[in-house]
């Protein structure tokens, strides 16, 4: 047996300004998507996914390397399997050429980046962490040696392949390197030391948002003022860039002060392309902490999902924590995780 897993992700800082080339501050996450691949007997593969309740389902590889399950197979299953299906053959793809690969069963579980309590899928990025687990998985059954950065491109490359995008790539770097990094488009991402004192804590804003919805809408207003769009772009990459070098030296009142900068960039960006990007809960979360003397921004694409908290002592933080469990939200137990993707025999 096969177990490959890969950590989730958290953005720091660099939202929006990643995808035009500016460095972003990410982090790997300890919850963890896993893939198990063993030896199948007869002529068929097999793949079961307990997250998505889809059971065993084989599937055969055509002459062109293409996935096909059983034709009558109920069509909200096939449906959730579809992303796997994009995944499996941009991998297969990529290592294998024309060698056979053995039968086998694949198991996939992304429990982890569920909620409970809350019924909710988590913002920490299971989609990149289940692909770049599979990557690694398959490498290893074609008996591949990859070096870290060559899973990267694969993940990358089939990540794109399934979501029909082109995207930043820096979940995938997140997932696959794992510790804190500094990513920019296109370049080996910049290992950074965690900032194990700096008080942090990651909030559940009360809602689920998808990133692809609130990335088209920014790129609208990209398409029709370009002039506009590149200054709010340009604002944000340098407060990113100043938010790093704080978290680089540990400069808690520039790093604090850079964040605040960096919500009310978003903020804008969001206003002038009639998005969401701080909903109300958001803002609520954010005022709410400032009056406290914390900071607070989404992570990821906004609109909802999860939020940090940032601040100068542990005191005003958990000050800040119990007001916002006050008021409704949770409190999600997030710790950084050094440890990026990895495969056991």
């Known amino acids: 047996m096969i177990r490959a897993t890969a950590p989730g992700k958290m953005i720091l800082l660099?939202?929006?300004?990643?995808?035009?080339?500016a460095p972003a501050l990410v982090c790997?996450?300890?919850?963890?998507a896993s893939v198990r691949i063993y030896p199948e007997k007869g002529s068929?593969?097999?793949?079961?996914?307990?997250?998505?309740?889809?059971?065993?389902?084989?599937?055969?590889?055509?002459?062109?390397?293409?996935?096909?399950?059983?034709?009558?197979?109920?069509?909200i299953i096939s449906n959730k399997l579809h992303f796997f299906s994009d995944i499996f053959e941009s991998v297969i793809e990529s290592l294998n050429g024309e060698r056979?690969?053995?039968?086998?069963?694949?198991?996939?579980?992304?429990?982890?980046?569920?909620?409970?309590?809350?019924?909710?899928?988590?913002?920490?990025?299971?989609s990149?962490?289940?692909?770049?687990?599979?990557?690694?998985?398959?490498?290893?059954?074609?008996?591949?040696?990859?070096?870290?950065s060559e899973i990267f491109s694969l993940a990358l490359k089939a990540h794109r392949a399934a979501q029909g995008k082109r995207g930043s790539g820096i979940d995938i770097a997140?997932?696959?390197?794992?510790?804190?990094?500094?990513?920019?488009?296109?370049?080996?991402?910049?290992?950074?030391?965690?900032?194990?004192?700096l008080p942090l804590a990651v909030v559940w804003s009360g809602t689920s948002a998808s990133t692809s919805k609130m990335v088209q809408r920014v790129s609208v207003l990209k398409q029709q003022n370009p002039a506009l769009y590149k200054k709010l772009i340009e604002r944000l990459t340098l407060v990113s860039q100043e938010g790093i070098t704080a978290y680089r030296e540990q400069r808690t009142d520039l790093f604090l002060s850079s964040v605040h900068g960096f919500?009310?960039?978003?903020?804008?960006?969001?206003?002038?392309?009639?998005?969401?990007?701080?909903s109300g809960l958001h803002?609520?979360?954010?005022?709410?902490?400032?009056?406290?003397?914390?900071?607070?921004?989404?992570?990821?694409?906004?609109?909802?999902?999860?939020?940090?908290?940032?601040?100068?002592?542990?005191?005003?933080?958990?000050?800040?924590?119990n007001k916002a469990i006050h008021l409704g939200f949770k409190i999600v137990d997030t710790v950084i995780s050094s440890d990026g993707v990895t495969v056991q025999n």
């Open 174 to 197: 997140a997932c696959t390197y794992g510790g804190v990094l500094e990513y920019t488009l296109e370049t080996v991402p910049k290992t950074i030391s965690p900032w194990a004192e």
């Open 263 to 278: 919500y009310t960039a978003l903020k804008e960006l969001g206003e002038k392309s009639n998005t969401s990007i701080i």
């Open 128 to 148: 990149s962490a289940l692909t770049t687990a599979l990557t690694k998985a398959l490498a290893e059954v074609s008996e591949t040696a990859l070096t870290d």
């Open 14 to 21: 660099g939202e929006y300004a990643v995808l035009e080339g």
């Open 28 to 32: 790997a996450v300890n919850r963890r």
């Open 283 to 321: 803002q609520q979360l954010a005022e709410m902490a400032a009056q406290n003397g914390v900071v607070y921004k989404p992570s990821g694409a906004g609109g909802g999902d999860i939020g940090l908290l940032f601040a100068s002592s542990y005191q005003a933080l958990k000050t800040v924590k």
């Open 100 to 126: 056979a690969l053995p039968f086998i069963r694949i198991e996939l579980e992304t429990n982890a980046f569920y909620s409970l309590e809350l019924h909710r899928k988590l913002g920490f990025g299971s």
């Open 44 to 75: 068929e593969f097999s793949v079961h996914s307990p997250s998505l309740q889809t059971g065993v389902q084989p599937f055969i590889l055509t002459p062109d390397r293409k996935v096909r399950f059983d034709p009558n197979l109920n069509p």
